[in-house]
């Protein structure tokens, strides 16, 4: 069993840098991938991106290319979003999810239905 748990978050201005970390515990990640969701209120959960764990490949969603960053630290076990040049409009709860081994296909990593695990989430605050 994989856990997976959110660190980082918070408040933040217009404009700003928050780094989100996720941590898999409970054994050595070997899965495919790990990805980020957020939902913002009163919305569905939408993706965000992706990053192939053996490959270190990255895959965005249009809304925030050029502006958020992942990358992992394998020994660590270890996937930061780095988001940049924030807007209100980031504002949402964040979660980190995993997926098992073998192979998925980009669009299979945009869809929440593929991961197998997430984490409890933690919240952004982009404020105006």
């Known amino acids: 069993q994989v856990q997976l748990v959110n660190s980082g978050g918070g408040l933040v201005q217009a404009g700003g840098s928050l780094r989100l970390s996720c941590t898999a515990s409970g054994r050595t990640f070997r899965g495919h991938a790990m990805g980020w969701f957020r939902q913002a209120p009163g919305k569905e959960r939408e993706f965000v991106g992706f990053?192939?764990?053996?490959?270190?490949?990255?895959y965005y969603a249009d809304s925030v290319q050029g502006r958020f960053t992942i990358s992992r630290d394998n020994a660590k076990n270890t996937v930061a979003l780095q988001m940049n040049s924030l807007k209100p409009e980031d504002t949402a709860v964040y979660y980190c999810a995993a997926v098992g081994p073998g192979f998925h296909s980009t669009e299979e990593l945009t869809t929440e239905r593929t991961y197998d695990y997430w984490g409890q989430g933690t919240q952004v605050t982009v404020s105006s």
């Open positions: 990053i192939r764990w053996s490959l270190g490949s990255t």
